[in-house]
C-alpha cells in the first residue's frame, strides 16, 4: 500500500500557542487529504477534507478559524490548531487519495498525538 | 444520517481460534464497505473492501461478505494468530461522497 507520513508524532504545547501538523504522501500524489480527530475509545471523526490548491470543506461544528489546514502541494498537507486548549488534546490523524488504488481508497498516517497543558 | 455499528470489544482469543467480528451500516443508496486494521502504534490499514451486494473483500485469512438483505459486513478468520492482535474498525463510503464514516473500532487481543 502506498505511504503516509505525520509530523510530529506527538506534541506538548502550553494553553493559547498554535501547533502544526504535517500530513506527507510518501509515494502517490494525493489530490485530497482528510483530516481526522480521534478520542479515546471512540471512531475516527472527520474534521475536514482538502484538495491539492483549494480551501478545505469543514465538517459540521469544526471551527475553520480554529483549525488551519493547508494542502498546496500534491505531497503535502498541514493542520495548525491555532491558540490551542486542553480540550483540542487529541489523535489527529490524515488521510489521502489520488494515483494510488482509486480515489475510494485512503491511505493513513501514523497520527499525531496533541497534549495541550 | 449513514452511520456504521460494530460490536464493543475487547475481544479476546487463543491462537486458532475463530473470528468473526460484527459490523452492520445505515446508508442510503449503495455504500462501498471497508474493514481497517490499526496495529500499536501504527496507522490504520485498509485490509478488505468491497463495493456492492454479495462481492466478498478477503486479504490475509480475513474475509467479509456484503450482505445488504441485513445490512451487514462481518469480518470473519477461520485461524487468528497473535500478530493479528489489533484494532479493527468498519467503515462504509457514502455513495455520494468522499468521506469515510466509521465504526468505534473493536480490539482483538490474541494469546499463544
Known amino acids: 500500500g502506498a505511504v503516509v507520513s505525520q509530523h510530529p508524532s506527538r506534541v506538548i504545547c502550553k494553553s493559547g500557542t498554535s501547533v502544526k501538523i504535517e500530513c506527507r504522501s510518501l509515494?502517490?500524489?494525493?489530490?485530497?487529504m482528510f483530516w481526522y480527530r480521534q478520542f479515546p475509545k471512540k471512531s475516527l471523526m472527520l474534521m475536514a477534507t482538502?484538495?491539492?490548491?483549494?480551501?478545505?470543506?469543514?465538517e459540521q461544528g469544526v471551527e475553520k478559524d480554529k483549525f488551519l489546514i493547508n494542502h498546496a502541494s500534491l505531497t503535502l498537507s498541514t493542520l495548525t490548531v491555532t491558540s490551542a486548549h486542553p480540550e483540542d488534546s487529541s489523535f489527529y490523524i490524515c488521510s489521502g487519495t489520488g494515483d494510488r488504488g482509486g480515489t475510494d481508497t485512503q491511505y493513513f498516517g501514523p497520527g499525531t498525538r496533541l497534549t495541550v497543558l | 444520517g449513514d452511520s456504521v455499528t460494530q460490536m464493543e470489544g475487547p475481544v479476546t482469543l487463543s491462537e486458532e481460534a475463530f473470528l468473526t467480528i460484527n459490523c452492520t451500516y445505515t446508508a442510503t443508496g449503495y455504500p462501498s464497505l471497508f474493514w481497517y486494521v490499526q496495529y500499536p502504534g501504527e496507522g490504520l490499514q485498509l485490509l478488505l473492501k468491497a463495493t456492492k451486494a454479495d462481492d466478498k473483500g478477503s486479504n490475509k485469512g480475513f474475509e467479509a461478505t456484503y450482505r445488504k438483505e441485513t445490512t451487514s459486513f462481518h469480518l470473519e478468520k477461520g485461524s487468528v494468530q497473535v500478530s493479528d492482535s489489533a484494532v479493527y474498525f468498519c467503515?462504509?463510503?457514502?455513495?455520494?461522497?468522499?468521506?469515510?464514516?466509521f465504526g468505534k473500532g473493536t480490539t482483538l487481543s490474541v494469546s499463544s
Open positions: 467503515a462504509l463510503l457514502t455513495q455520494a461522497g468522499t468521506a469515510l464514516i
Open positions: 509515494d502517490f500524489q494525493a489530490t485530497t
Open positions: 482538502s484538495n491539492e490548491g483549494s480551501k478545505a470543506t469543514y
